[in-house]
């Protein structure tokens, strides 16, 4: 069964820094991109990032570009997305998301991170 | 980027009726459009994809069509687990971009 179980979340200060993991199960890791998908309160889907299996190419959406970075360990089967420069409008739950090849076919429960003073 | 538009924004339908969902780009996406359930409190999961295939364990009364630039999800009977916020997304280009949703709430 596939799982995607992340973790890292919470209350972090504007201009601060977090970062999130995805950890993996129940697939050939290394075999599929992956991918960040952020839900402001009450609001819709946005692609964050993505990532293809090998880690060597990377997408960022235009709101994220130059703040946040996605990485993988293949060896750990983890996923990560490190944020830095947070915003108040970065609030969200945070969803990772397995890419099959482009769109999601499984999603994590997802992590809360709120950009507050 | 490609604006994903979906309408209406809330459907109020009885159950046992049939639902109709539409989508439209403002730009061609071929056939590279899914659809996925947003149930209350969960995770989204995917429906669809490649505009008309069933992801696994998705129900046959679910069911997509189009292309290019308008898109449809129809439900043929509604069933009490289906009422839920479903999203349009485009993954022709990047970024990846959805629509805003639609809300199908019991009539």
């Known amino acids: 069964e596939v799982q995607l179980v992340e973790s890292g979340g919470g209350l972090v200060q504007p201009g601060g820094s977090l970062r999130l993991s995805c950890a993996a199960s129940?697939?050939?890791?290394?075999?599929?991109?992956m991918t960040w998908v952020r839900q402001a309160p009450g609001r819709g889907l946005e692609c964050v990032a993505s990532?293809?299996?090998?880690?060597?190419?990377?997408y960022y959406g235009d709101s994220v570009k130059g703040r946040f970075t996605i990485s993988r360990d293949n060896s750990k089967n983890t996923l990560y997305l490190q944020m830095n420069s947070l915003r108040a409008e970065d609030t969200a739950i945070y969803y990772c998301g397995k890419t099959a090849p482009y769109y999601l076919d499984c999603w994590g429960q997802g992590t809360l991170v709120t950009v507050s003073s | 980027e490609i604006v994903m538009t979906q309408s209406p924004a809330t459907l109020s339908v009885s159950p046992g009726e049939r639902a109709t969902l539409s989508c439209r780009a403002s730009?061609?996406?071929?056939?590279?459009l899914a659809w996925y359930q947003q149930r209350r409190g969960q995770a989204p999961r995917l429906l669809m994809y490649?505009?008309?295939t069933r992801a696994s364990g998705t129900p046959a009364r679910f069911s997509g069509s189009g292309s290019g630039t308008e898109f449809t999800l129809t439900i043929s009977s509604l069933q009490s687990e289906d009422f839920a916020v479903y999203y349009c997304q485009q993954y022709n280009n990047w970024p990846r971009t959805f629509g805003q949703g639609t809300k199908v709430e019991i009539k």
């Open positions: 129940g697939f050939t890791f290394i075999n599929y991109g």
């Open positions: 990532i293809s299996g090998s880690g060597d190419t990377a």
């Open positions: 730009q061609s996406v071929s056939s590279k």
């Open positions: 490649g505009v008309s």
